[in-house]
């Protein structure tokens, strides 16, 4: 199964026809790093949207959440459950709690982005009745591969999440150098200043996220992906738009021209000291 | 008002005594295995076996961090581990991998399982999922304000711990790999690289929007809770957290006991004068090499609660001395120099009992006898006499303004 961001409902017949199972849309108050932001009510206008295109129909709700978003997450999961949604991703164990008291875990995908980095924390979250487990994206190919249980996805294309802070990053930067930048869901980009490479970092109002240099772009690699025992794909399409996320489809499904990322992260290991990566 | 736990790093076997002397109800190390900071000089079995013995022996106990993010290579000897730390008789792990905290229930060990702050827990609901699973404890990540972490601990789920102080990950704990991407370190390992401290230009397409001579940066300032004590204690909260495996004994001792003297106030007297407030965040400055703020703890933190200019940071060389051994009643001596010092400087006394108090070094004799007028061999054993307050254990440091 491949699932994708969506920017536009309209573009659904398109993305399906390229080759999507399923879009991921965000939602208010619950989502993070969406393309939209749809307010609760427009839910249901999805749903009828991607059952007449024959797709699939999954939320975002990957914000860390407080006391205070509890009601919230009641309110979608009861939504979701009218609607017959596919499926939620979360991040947060307090909506898994939630969707357990509603017998609604089935519904669930974890995705903490960083967290998941073996076998057995994968089948600690199956374990839970939850739909799948998103593995950790410092992952290289062959830990994948140890990995690779029914339930386990990958991000294929898009860019990396690398960093998730609460705090307002940027217009604390400029309200420091008294300037006065509209940051808002915009996005920047950061230099490292002894380098040349450029990460993107966007704050909105749930806090500042910084990404990856590049996409990852998983075209060399989609077939052994699949014979490892990964079933489930999903491309992120932040910072490009949905012409870009049919490409990008079509190249995994029918051949097409691949969009530009890199894979150099399948081949490289992370270590827990100076010593281990000098 | 419940007692409250006050929880201390330690990198190795002499920051934890210290940690315990000076008024730590626990402490949290970490083992030669399964540990964040790996640059600590992390624990053996048997030193957290004495460790353990010398905690008990002064009514405190001994927490174990087994909070990396496991890869699959990792794993092995995990059940082994887990078993040898219940034998040696630990209070409790910290655990940020459900397996290994899952692991730890299904092989009956004893001691408490807690679930790290790696794992951002922000909710009630979130706290009974782990209690669910049959956790003993969460530890609250560090972005929930007051209001919030009153709610939890209203709920009463499962026993909540907090962070009071030290340095705070710009980032929710654990959802940060910018060192893996940046220098292959695993942020989640123990490799930590600190990428967040670095500087960068801030760009809007070709178009840099930062200074060149102050660029942009995500370094915090470090937490420093003393105002928040007496209502962490009035809601409830467990444990009062200090961060920091890879601090000295002295900064260690310093915090500690600054806390230790706010919160017994608070027990005796159910609150604290605004003095004592006032005191506590003195003595806690002796000992800071970075410039402290409120976390999240009075809102969303803003500028002025992160560090944008490299003098940001300082260190501190105040701390001259440690008390080996006295004899009260001759006001004698003996001392391990850390800093240089000159006889006539003046000087503060602090130890595990004693509060921050000042005191004159009146002679200095070395092993042969030989009369000092200044010390500037650190480790160096001398003798003194001693106009002030005494104690064993305790350290003495400059009297000196930080301004």
Known sequence: MILTTIHSIDRLNDLKKAGADAVIIGVQDLSIRSLQYAPFEQIPKWKQACDSAGLKLYINALKLCMDEDLENVRKLLKICQEQEIDGVYFADEGILYEAKQRQLEHLLIYQPETLITNHLDVQFYLKQGIQAVSLAHELSLDEIGKMAVPGAEVLLSGYYSLLYSRRPLVSNYFDFMHKDVDVNGRR???????????????????????FSEVPIASFQEFEQLKQMGIQRF?????????????????????????????DQWYYQKSGKTKEDVS | MKPIELLAPAGNLEKAKIAVLYGADAVY???????????ASNFS?????????????????????????????DLEGLDTYLKDLDDIGIRAIIAASPYVMSRAKALGCRFEVHVSTQHSTTNTSAIRFWKEQGM???????ECGMDQIRSMTA???????????GGMCISYSGRCVLSNHMTLRDANRGGCAQSCRWKYHLMDGNKELSDPERLFSMSSKDLQAVDEIEAFMKMGVASLKIEGRMKSAYYL????????????EIMKNGTASEALIAKTKTEIAKAENRMTGPGFYQGIPGCDVQLYQDHDETVTQEYVAYVIDCELEQHRATIQVKNKFYKEEAFEI???????????????????????????????VVHIRWEGPLEKNAMIRKKENRQ
């Open chain 1, 188 to 210: 920047f980009d950061l230099i490292e200043q002894t380098r040349t490479d450029r990460m993107p970092i966007v704050q909105d109002e749930t806090g500042t996220h910084i």
């Open chain 1, 234 to 262: 999903r491309i992120d399409s932040m910072f490009f738009d949905d012409g870009w996320t049919v490409q990008t489809l079509k190249a995994y499904t029918q051949h097409g021209r691949p969009t530009a990322g890199s």
């Open chain 2, 29 to 39: 190390v970490g083992g030669k295995q399964f540990s964040l900071r790996s640059r």
């Open chain 2, 45 to 73: 079995l048997s030193e957290i076996d004495e460790l353990v013995k010398f905690a008990a022996a002064h009514d405190a106990h001994v927490h174990v961090t087994v909070n990396m993010l496991p890869h699959e290579e």
């Open chain 2, 136 to 142: 003993d404890r969460a530890v609250l990540a560090r």
């Open chain 2, 155 to 165: 709920a009463d789920v499962l026993p909540v711990e907090v962070f009071i102080h």
């Open chain 2, 253 to 264: 001792a310093t915090i500690v006991s600054a806390y230790r003297h706010l919160i017994d």
């Open chain 2, 350 to 380: 602090f130890g595990p009992s004693l509060y921050s108090t000042e005191g004159k070094m009146l002679k200095i004799l070395d092993e042969d006898g030989n009369e000092l007028t200044m010390c500037n061999r650190p480790m160096q």
